[in-house]
C-alpha cells in the first residue's frame, strides 16, 4: 500500500460502518422491522454468493501482491453504493407497508360503520323480528293488503372501496364479501317486491317471498355481525386477533348470538 491508501481506506470503512449502522437500527428498531429483514434476507441471497466469488479471489490476490489503490477505491465505493441501495430500499419498502397500512385501517373504519349502521337498521333495537311477524299476520288476515318495502341503499361505501377491496386482508375480506353479496341479493329482491308483477301474485305466494326477504335480512344481520367482529378484531390485535375470532364463530350463523350493533369499535 502507498502511504495515501490508508487514508482513502479509512474514509470508506467509517463510511461503511455508519450505512451498516443505519441499516442495523432500522432492522432493530424500526416500524418495519420484518420488512427490513425480508429485504436483507433476499439482498444476501445475492450479494452472498457474488462475494464468494469475487471476494475470495481478491484477498487471495492481495496476499500475493500489492493491489493498485484505485482497485481498493472501487471495492469500497461499490459497497457504498450496496449499502446505500439497500438502506434506501428499506426506507422505501417500510414507507409503502405504512401507507397500505394506513389506508387499509381507513377501510376498515369505513366499511366498519356502514355495516354497523345497517345492522342497526335490521335490528331496528330489537322489534325487527316482531314487526315482520305482525306484517306477515296482516297480510295473512288481508288478502288484498300488499306490504311496502321500502328501498334501502346499504352499500354506497363499499361500492367506493370495490376497485381497492384487494387491500383487506385475508383475514376479514371474505366475511366482508360474503356479506356485500348477500346485501345486494336483498336489494334485488327488495326491488321484485316493489314492482307491479309482486302486487299481481297471490296474497300466499306474497307472503312466502316476503318471509324469504325477512330471512335474509335476518342472515344479513348474522353475517354483518360476523364481519363486524372481524374488522374490530384486526383493528386490537392486527391478522392474530382476527383469526381468534374466527376460532370463536365456527361459522358465521355464531354472529346470531352476536352483541347488538354499535357494542363493538373499529379501533
Avoid at 288478502?143 to 328501498?151: D, G, K, L, T
Avoid at 391478522?239 to 370463536?248: C, F, S, Y
Wanted: proline share 4%; glycine share 8%.
Amino acid at each position: 500500500m502507498t502511504p495515501a491508501q490508508p487514508l482513502d481506506v479509512w474514509i470508506g470503512a467509517g463510511v461503511l460502518a455508519l450505512l451498516g449502522l443505519g441499516a442495523a437500527l432500522l432492522l432493530l428498531l424500526g416500524e418495519g422491522a420484518a420488512i427490513s429483514r425480508s429485504i436483507l434476507l433476499r439482498f444476501a441471497r445475492i450479494a452472498l454468493p457474488v462475494a464468494l466469488l469475487l471476494g475470495l479471489p481478491l484477498l487471495a490476490l492481495s496476499r500475493l501482491a500489492d493491489l493498485e489503490d484505485r482497485l481498493w477505491q472501487a471495492l469500497i465505493a461499490g459497497l457504498v453504493i450496496a449499502l446505500g441501495w439497500l438502506t434506501t430500499t428499506m426506507f422505501a419498502e417500510t414507507g409503502r407497508a405504512r401507507d397500505k397500512a394506513e389506508k387499509l385501517r381507513d377501510y376498515h373504519k369505513a366499511l366498519f360503520a356502514e355495516i354497523r349502521d345497517t345492522l342497526a337498521a335490521f335490528y331496528s333495537e330489537g322489534q325487527g323480528d316482531a314487526q315482520a311477524a305482525q306484517l306477515v299476520a296482516r297480510m295473512e288476515a288481508d288478502e288484498s293488503f300488499v306490504p311496502f318495502i321500502p328501498n334501502e341503499v346499504h352499500d354506497r361505501v363499499y361500492a367506493a372501496l370495490l376497485d381497492e377491496i384487494e387491500v383487506l386482508p385475508r383475514q376479514t375480506i371474505d366475511a366482508v364479501v360474503a356479506y356485500y353479496s348477500l346485501i345486494a341479493s336483498i336489494r334485488a329482491l327488495a326491488e321484485d317486491m316493489r314492482s307491479d308483477r309482486f302486487a299481481q301474485l297471490p296474497q300466499g305466494r306474497r307472503i312466502l317471498i316476503y318471509q324469504d326477504y325477512v330471512q335474509m335480512r335476518q342472515r344479513a344481520y348474522q353475517l354483518g355481525s360476523y364481519a363486524l367482529a372481524l374488522i374490530d378484531g384486526y383493528a386490537k390485535g392486527g391478522a392474530p386477533g382476527a383469526e381468534a375470532v374466527t376460532r370463536r364463530f365456527s361459522s358465521p350463523d355464531a354472529g346470531r348470538n352476536a352483541r347488538s350493533p354499535g357494542s363493538e369499535s373499529a379501533g
